[in-house]
């Protein structure tokens, strides 16, 4: 598929300056890494928003909308293995290093995006899977990332060296991250057909799963058809229904809700390369109202910088949608999906009580994120007062009960942290009395079917034991 001539205009000038990147990125000061940021929720929207104009657009747009969660694209090679924003902007930018540490205080947090249809991605111009790494490391920590995201399209998508390089370089990173106790949650942002992917794209998602990467979400550009669509919106949602069934194919160990769990969807809002296909605001509030239904992660949209109306509808450009709409009516509406905060949980509240007859416990009542969760004898203390959620939380000492990282291996340890909205805090009563993390697909399981106090908990594959068993309070 043909994406996206206004990003390739747009990000001409980057094109052109790679040959004095490598001055401009190491000129000036270093800026201290970005602050930690919240995580996401489990849906939400978080549009593009275009590195090369100023970082104030971002708080512009959440000023206007609410909107906390944004995609900056984009980072590409500045010439050398040498990872930039737009080719020619340091990623320590204080600029941008500023504008997200604002975000993030509001609430809010980025996604990186690596590639685009204009630059190249870094997986192209590195020659080996040490260097990428350094290359991709070198943006998490500047940035303080839990969530990368890999715009893969044009000739790129076809480049099995460089995809397998990148998939391999991704998941020695989400190991080593989650040894420290960092998450670190990668997607793929792909070209697509109403009626789904091609098989470049497949084979790209297959070799991610063969190497090992934890791919979080594909998310799909639903634009640029160039074969007579016309209704955006429904094309859209083919595209959706169509990845389904092929990102089922390649992890038919995920349920339903899961691999739905697992998409995003990014239509060109307005008037799109293709002329004759326009993306309304009509067909941005089918698609909210479908994924809202689907429970599709993530919406975006291309791009921030266009979300007004042109003087004259019809206009194809870089800085307006050509189609009818307010200011920030796109954003606006894409916000919608967005699950922020979780409520407070409203179950019941009392001891879970599990193997040997003990109870599920806070080590030591300690509040820090990161506390252990374990058995232990039951004593009626308010480190052993679990609060069950309508919404999938299990609550103790005001914070939630957590996979550490958002782990889905055997044996990744439970934590206590902030209630962040995450897959990771979600638990729903599976057979046989288990409790399952849906996010992961695996059960809360008593460590090595110790009874001992101190025993740890973890996720493991539901098998239906005792260990795995757990009375909840009414």
Do not use: H
């Not at 249809?117 to 303080?144: F, H, M, W």
């Amino acid at each position: 598929m043909t994406r996206s001539l206004l990003k390739a205009l747009a990000t001409a000038p980057a094109v052109l300056a790679l040959a004095t990147s490598a001055v401009v990125a190491t000129g000036g000061p270093a800026n201290a890494a970005a602050n930690p940021g919240p995580g996401f929720p489990a849906q939400y929207a978080a549009p593009y928003i275009e590195t090369w104009k100023s970082p104030s657009e971002m708080a512009n747009a959440r000023n206007a909308t609410g909107l906390k969660y944004y995609t900056l694209a984009f980072v590409i090679d500045g010439g050398g293995c040498n990872a930039l924003f737009n080719g020619n902007t340091p990623v320590t930018d204080a600029g941008w290093t500023s504008a997200v540490n604002s975000l993030r205080a509001a609430g809010g947090d980025v996604i990186v995006s690596f590639g685009g249809a204009a630059g190249i991605e870094p997986a192209l111009a590195c020659s080996d899977v040490s260097s990428l790494k350094t290359q991709y490391r070198k943006v998490i920590d500047a940035l303080n990332l839990t969530r990368v995201d890999f715009d893969i399209e044009g000739s790129a998508i076809a480049n099995t060296g460089a995809n397998d390089r990148r998939n391999k370089a991704l998941a020695q990173l989400q190991q080593e991250y989650a040894a420290a106790g960092r998450r670190l949650d990668v997607q793929y942002t792909l070209p697509v057909m109403p009626s789904g992917l091609d098989g470049n794209a497949t084979g790209l998602l297959s070799n991610a799963k063969s190497n090992g990467l934890n791919v979080n979400l594909v998310n799909v550009m639903t634009m640029d058809y160039y074969d007579g669509t016309w209704d955006m919106g429904k094309a859209a949602i083919d595209a959706a229904t169509a990845l389904r069934a092929q990102l089922g194919a390649i992890w038919p160990e995920k349920s339903d809700a899961q691999l739905w769990a697992m998409e995003g969807n990014t239509p060109m809002i307005g008037v799109n390369d293709d002329v004759s296909e326009i993306f309304t605001t009509g067909n941005a509030t089918t698609l909210v109202n479908f994924a809202k239904s689907k429970g599709i992660q993530e919406l975006a949209f291309w791009a921030i910088g266009r979300d007004k109306s042109c003087a004259t509808n019809g206009t194809l450009s870089d800085s307006c949608s050509g189609t009818s709409q307010s200011a920030w009516q796109f954003s606006s509406i894409f916000n919608t999906v967005t699950g922020g905060t979780p409520p407070p949980p409203t179950g019941g509240t009392g001891q879970i009580t599990g193997y040997g007859g003990k109870c599920v416990d806070v080590a030591g009542a300690n509040t820090a994120n990161g506390t252990a969760v374990q058995m232990y004898d039951c004593n009626g203390t308010s480190a052993q007062q679990w609060t069950v959620g309508s919404d999938g939380t299990i609550r103790a000492l005001g914070k939630c009960m957590d996979v550490t990282a958002a782990g889905t291996a055997n044996g990744t340890k439970i934590q206590l942290y902030d209630c962040n909205g995450t897959g990771a805090q979600v638990w729903q009563r599976g057979s046989n009395d288990s409790l399952v993390n849906p996010a992961a697909g695996k059960c809360l399981d008593v460590t090595d079917w110790s009874s001992a106090n101190g025993a740890r908990l973890q996720i493991w594959s539901c098998a239906g034991t005792a260990n795995q068993q757990f009375q909840l309070p009414a």
